[in-house]
């Protein structure tokens, strides 16, 4: 059920559950994958590359799609 009005301890209880997935996430990405990959031969600087070219990425997906948001709901939801 969506909450309308949610209490700070709801609100701290989401951003709680949030940081630990978060974190969960990042220690699963560059711990064990990341460092399986490193591990194995190859040239270094370019799999450097390709994370730092998959973050970028994924960072413009995220800027561009926060947009698209912010242009439905003026424009096109406005209107009905």
């Known amino acids: 059920e969506y909450i309308k009005d949610p209490s700070a301890g709801h609100l701290l209880a989401i951003a709680i559950l949030q940081a630990v997935a978060a974190g969960t ?13 490193r591990r194995k031969h190859g040239n270094g600087l370019i799999k450097s590359s390709a994370v730092f070219l998959g973050f970028i990425l994924l960072s413009l997906l995220e800027a561009w799609g926060e947009y698209n948001t912010f242009f439905f709901r003026k424009f096109v939801f406005s209107n009905t």
């Open 25 to 37: 996430l990042l220690y699963v990405t560059f711990m064990e994958v990341l460092e399986r990959e």
